[in-house]
Structures are given as structure tokens and as C-alpha cells.
């Protein structure tokens, strides 16, 4: 399961989850003896991991044990919606009205089903209602917000939501609220001018100060950031993710407070969380200093944390790029070591982002090329063009260095498989002049830079930074000369 199912729930909870799946699965298994409770922290598990299929099973079993519990109703309301059987979904609402008349609860989810059919007047008179009879003012602050902005009126639904902050500025869920809210309807000014009326009322509510902080962020006022956050380390000098962010903006800070907050940092006292946090600002922070020794040292700290697939990955792709530049053998192993660390941890990534997957085998194919594998390594470098045709680096290293080992045939025959697939690509018109050029083909490479470099003009720029040699060859100066008549 993944972390944040664990995260929520507690260990018997997952347990129960198990082993009510082994009863259903294997008929000796022992079957847990389940109550309402049981069946809806089991049902709960399914809906959060998307599993609908089975969070049916259970409700069909469970409200044939306890026809009218009310929260396995709403549970069942939850599937239906997710699954946009919605028509299904209202007339469970209707039956929970028969038993239990002004469920608040009731009110809350027809108005939202109200809201995903874009039915935003009668959402707005349900939260209302909601609203009359006490129910919770951040259900009734968002959705009352949501219905008044598509309706046109942001700045009232604004409002809600700025009151319901002044209620419950402490509230995880409610910052989160107001910044998605801001963000969402493009209201980060209105934010921030509010959040600096709000510090100003409660000048020692670090959370205010935080949501300051992101939102300044937002705007690009970094030394409206930078203040905000010192006021949050004044409250709370322990705040592990103000000393992060002080570090960070360490050009704009005093030298000794940010020598400080380095100073603070204590691995053996603090979470993972917290430390994954801080290894991840520290190597940041060397990374822009252009230390990439003490960039290492933090990036291989994060590597020995529990962490997700996704992190592994991009984590060891970092790690050996950085390696791959080392005028080192031994290092230039290890980078190959850390390239195939990440391509093993992006295969577990359920839908892995496919740049990154080319990247790491563009990676790879570098590190054999440069231990003298030369085939294997010009396979890997055309396996990471072909996953991400639009990754230009990878496309770019592949015919690069088929001209390099001299392989023109081939070159020039997966680079007319790319023109056939993308006949305007100026960058392909461009390595098809390269090739040709390699080939001493002239006047057909002058033909293929002509083209490029009028499909884009900036291609020159750009060939002149990468290729100069090429850049430099007569037949590639009297094309830039025509050009430039």
C-alpha cells in the first residue's frame, strides 16, 4: 500500500484490511468478525485507493449486515459519485433522508453532487441550509465560495474563505483551502493583501506568517518571502522548514543567521520527514554555490531515507549526472551504477514521467561510450530518443555520436524516420545536414541546413553553441551568408 494509506491509518486498521481480503479470497482463511466500524474502515481503504470495484463488494455485504447506518450510506454515496453514478448516488441521499430528516451530512454531499453537475444555485441554497444548522464552516466556506466565483462573483467567495481563515488560522486543512482557493482563482494579490491585514491583527500566528510566505512566493516578492518567514523563526525558532527556507534565501539573509540555521540542523533528533526535508534545501544550496562535492554528500543522505519510487529515481539520476561530469574512471563507474539505480526505481513508478525515463538511459548510454562499449551504449542512446522523441538533448547525443563513430548509414536511416514522423522538426532537418555534410554529401547538407535554419532561426544559435566545429565548415558559413543577404 502506498505511504499515505499508512499514514492515515492505523496498523489494526490495515491489518483487518488484509486479512478481511485473505477470508474473501480463500475460503479456509479466518474470517474477521466484522462490525459497522469494521466494514467502513475497510471501505475507506478501497475508495482511497481507487479501488471501487471492491469498496462495492464490501457495501453490498456490509449493508446487508446494517441496512441503515448512516455513514456506510454516505460511503456508498462517495463510491457512486467517484464512479459518476450519480443518478445511483441521489437516490441513497434520498433514502438517508427518509430515516434521518436534516442530516447534515446530507446536505453537504447533494451539494456537492449539486456542484459536479455545475447546478450551482441549488448548490449554493443546500450549503445555506448546511450553513443554518451548523455544519462545518470550512465545508460551508468552500463550497459557498466555489458556487458565488462561477457565478461571477470571486471576490464575495473570497471572502467565505478569508473568514473561515480568521476562525481557524491554525488549521492544516484551511491554509490549504485559502492557497488552492487563491491559486485556483487567481487571487494571490487579494491574498497576500489580506494575509498582511491578518498578521498585522494576530502578529504572533506563525501559520498566518507561513501562508504569507507561499503566497509572496507565488508573487515573485522574495524579500516580501524572506520577511515573512523571519517573522515565523522569530515565533518559532524551531521551525525546521523556516531555517530550510532562510538557507535558501541565504543572498538575501545575514550571513550568520543563515550559518545558524545550517548549525541547527540535528539528523539524529529529527523525523524522516524533517530530514528529508533539510538534505534536500542543503543540497540546493551547494548546488547553486557550485560545490558539487558537498551537493553529493546531501543527495547520498537523502539516498539511505525510506523513500518512493519516484524519489529514488530522480535522486540517483541526480547522483550520477553529477558524477558523469568527474574526470574520473571511478567515478564515471559509480555514475553508471546510480543511472541504473534510477532507471530500476522509475520502473515502479506507476505512470513514470517519460523524460526522465529517456534521460536515464540517455545517461546510461553515455557512461558505456565512455568506458569503450560502444554498441551497447549507442543502443541505449537510440532506446532514449525513440521513449521521448521531444527530448532534444537525447535526440541530439544519439546522431552525435553515431557521427563520431562514423556508423553515417545508420544515422542517416533512423534520422529519415524521424523526418517521416515529424517532417517539420527543424532540429532533425538539421542533423540530416550534419550527416549529409559527414557523408561529404555538400550540396544536399546545404540544402537540409537551409532548411532548418529557415523552419527556426533560433536553430543557429543554438548549432553554433553545440556543433561549432559543423558551424564553422564553408558549406554551413555560405548558408548562413545567403541567409543573411
Known sequence: MREDIEDIFMPDDLDLYRRYWEARADASAPVPDMDEEDYGV??????????????????EEALGRYPHDDELLFSKVEMLA??????????????????????????????????????????????????????????????????????????????????????????????????????????????????RKM????????????????????LEDY??????????????????????????????????????????????KWTATQRFYFYGVMADYYAERHQPEREMFYIRELLKEPLEAQDKATLNYRLATRLFTADDAAAQREALFHFRKAEQAIQAVEHPNVMLVSDIRRGIGQCLLSSGEEQEGLAALREAWRLAPA???????????????????????????????????SRY????GVILLKMCKSKQAETWFKAAF???????????????????????????????E
Open 199 to 218: 498578521t498585522a491583527d494576530q502578529p504572533y500566528n506563525k501559520h498566518l506568517w507561513k501562508l504569507l510566505y507561499e503566497v509572496c512566493e507565488m
Open 454 to 484: 529557415l523552419s527556426n532561426p533560433d536553430m543557429i544559435t543554438e548549432a553554433e553553441e553545440a556543433i561549432p566545429d559543423i558551424m564553422a565548415d564553408p558549406v554551413v558559413r555560405n548558408v548562413l551568408a545567403d541567409l543573411a
Open 82 to 195: 467517484s464512479t459518476e453514478r450519480l443518478d445511483e448516488a441521489f437516490k441513497v441521499l434520498d433514502e438517508i433522508e427518509a430515516w434521518y430528516p436534516n442530516n447534515e451530512e446530507c446536505l453537504a454531499m447533494r451539494a456537492g453532487l449539486y456542484m459536479s453537475q455545475e447546478r450551482y444555485e441549488e448548490a449554493e441554497e443546500l450549503f445555506r441550509r448546511y450553513e443554518a444548522v451548523g455544519g462545518d464552516p470550512g465545508v460551508v466556506a468552500a463550497g459557498l465560495a466555489q458556487c458565488l466565483a462561477v457565478r461571477g462573483q470571486r471576490l464575495e467567495g473570497f471572502r467565505k474563505i478569508c473568514r473561515y481563515l480568521k476562525l481557524e488560522p491554525s488549521s492544516v486543512d484551511v491554509c490549504n483551502r485559502f492557497i488552492v482557493w487563491a491559486i485556483e482563482w487567481e487571487m494571490l494579490e487579494e491574498a497576500a493583501a489580506e494575509l
Open 223 to 268: 524579500e516580501g518571502a524572506k520577511e515573512a518567514n523571519e517573522y515565523t523563526l522569530a515565533i518559532d525558532p524551531d521551525d525546521y522548514e523556516g531555517h530550510g527556507r532562510r538557507i535558501l534565501y541565504s543572498d538575501m539573509c545575514d550571513a550568520a543567521l543563515v550559518e545558524d540555521s545550517i548549525g541547527r540542523f540535528n539528523p539524529e
Open 429 to 432: 532537418k538539421l542533423l540530416k
Open 42 to 59: 475497510v471501505v475507506s481503504i478501497c475508495i482511497m485507493e481507487q479501488a471501487y470495484d471492491k469498496a462495492e463488494q464490501v457495501l
Open 391 to 425: 527530448n532534444d538533448v537525447a535526440t541530439f547525443d544519439y546522431f552525435m555520436n553515431l557521427c563520431v563513430v562514423n556508423d553515417l548509414d545508420k544515422a542517416l536511416a533512423d534520422i529519415e524516420t524521424g523526418l517521416s514522423e515529424e517532417p517539420h522538426n
